[in-house]
């Protein structure tokens, strides 16, 4: 199957997309796209794939849905394009970011294009969602292939930071190597969970510190 994503991910998943499950994933999606309106636009799907290729993955933020309101959701976990109001999750993202790195400059904008290009995985478990229900997307096929996308890092890959912000991220997480890689949980960012272990976590200044420490350049946050 012919899928339109990023050279180095192609090579790295095409057994992927040869699987039944995704072939049906594909025409659910599809499907949706002719018939609802669904988000990210149908281009932006692998968004998250194409800004940052396999060969340059350090570190891996999972998120769970896009955002479903219109407008936000580009591809990239947490981020929305520019122009585009802050939700709740990336404006705490943001303090926490503030409280960690004080020297690092305030964010323009709430779009992390920034960070997949510096080799940032924003990765969603679910890459699309009609507008307006959160979760509509779930249990179709696309969180077998995140599952893929995760295993493949964990296992090709090392000295990568996974950052698993909630329960469901950390469950998700479960089968990465913690032995050759950095394994970063927190609360979600949410306004409802922040309060309970994210802010204070010190995610970003523990990635930079770690990415150093084998040799590779750290994050521009």
């Known amino acids: 199957m012919s899928v339109k994503i990023e050279e180095s991910w192609r090579n790295v998943l095409h057994a992927e997309f040869e699987k039944p499950y995704f072939q049906h994933l594909i025409a659910f999606v599809k499907g949706e796209y002719a018939t609802a309106t669904v988000y990210p636009p149908g281009p932006l799907i692998f968004h998250a794939f194409d800004a940052c290729p396999f060969d340059k993955v350090k570190v891996v933020i999972l998120g769970q849905d896009p955002y479903h309101g219109k407008g936000q959701a580009h591809g990239l976990s947490f981020s929305v394009a520019e122009g585009v109001r802050t939700p709740p999750s990336l404006q705490n993202i943001f303090k926490e970011l503030q409280s960690d790195l004080p020297d690092t400059p305030p964010a323009p904008n709430g779009n992390l294009d920034r960070w997949a290009e510096q080799g940032v995985l924003l990765l969603n478990a679910t890459l699309t969602v009609r507008g307006a229900e959160p979760g509509s997307h779930q249990k179709k096929g696309w969180e077998q292939f995140t599952d893929a996308v995760i295993q493949k890092i964990s296992e090709e890959k090392e000295h ?14 479960e089968i990465i190597d913690a032995r050759k890689h950095l394994v970063l949980k927190a609360a979600h960012p949410s306004p409802y969970a922040a309060d309970r272990g994210f802010f204070g976590s010190k995610p970003f200044s523990q990635t930079n510190a770690y990415l150093v420490k084998n040799g590779l350049a750290p994050i521009k946050w």
């Not at 990568?160 to 997480?173: P, R, S």
């Open 160 to 173: 990568v930071v996974f950052i698993l912000w909630g329960a469901y991220a950390q469950k998700k997480g």
